[in-house]
C-alpha cells in the first residue's frame, strides 16, 4: 500500500519560493510515475509538475520555468520548488503516484492513482 505524505507548504510572500517535500513508503522499487497537482478553493485540479517512470519531466505551462521537481534517486522523497510565487499559486499542492502501464505513465497527473493528503501554500 503505497502511502505519501507531503510537508514543506505555508505561507509566502509574492516573488519568494518554497520547497515542497513528498516522503513516500510502500513500493519496492523506483519505477512508479510521480506528480504534483493542486487545487485552490472553488477551482478544478490543476497538474504541475511530474516524473516519470523513464525518467521524463514535465511542467504545467504556468510554472514553466519557475518550478524544478526532482527526488533522491530512489523516488522514496519527492521534492517540488517554486520560484518567484505569485498569488495564483496560492493553492493545496498534492503528491500523488501511479503505476505504469507497459513501461509507460500515460495517465494525467490529477489521475494518479495515489495521493497524499496536500499541503497547503499561500502566497501574499
Known amino acids: 500500500h503505497v502511502q505519501l505524505v507531503e510537508s514543506g507548504g505555508g505561507s509566502v510572500q509574492v516573488g519568494g519560493s518554497l520547497r515542497l517535500s513528498c516522503s513516500a513508503a510502500g513500493y519496492s522499487d523506483a519505477s512508479y510515475c510521480m506528480g504534483w497537482f493542486r487545487q485552490a478553493t472553488n477551482s478544478e485540479r490543476e497538474w504541475v509538475a511530474r516524473v516519470d517512470s523513464d525518467g521524463t519531466i514535465g511542467y504545467e505551462d504556468s510554472v514553466m520555468g519557475r518550478a524544478s521537481i526532482s527526488d533522491d534517486g530512489a523516488k522514496s522523497t519527492l521534492y517540488l520548488r517554486i520560484d518567484n510565487l505569485k498569488p495564483e499559486d496560492t493553492a493545496m499542492y498534492y503528491c500523488?503516484?501511479?503505476?505504469?502501464?507497459?513501461?509507460?505513465?500515460?495517465?494525467?497527473?490529477?489521475?494518479?492513482?495515489?495521493r497524499g493528503q496536500g499541503t497547503q501554500v499561500t502566497v501574499s
Open positions: 500523488v503516484a501511479d503505476l505504469p502501464f507497459n513501461g509507460y505513465c500515460g495517465r494525467p497527473v490529477v489521475d494518479f492513482y495515489y
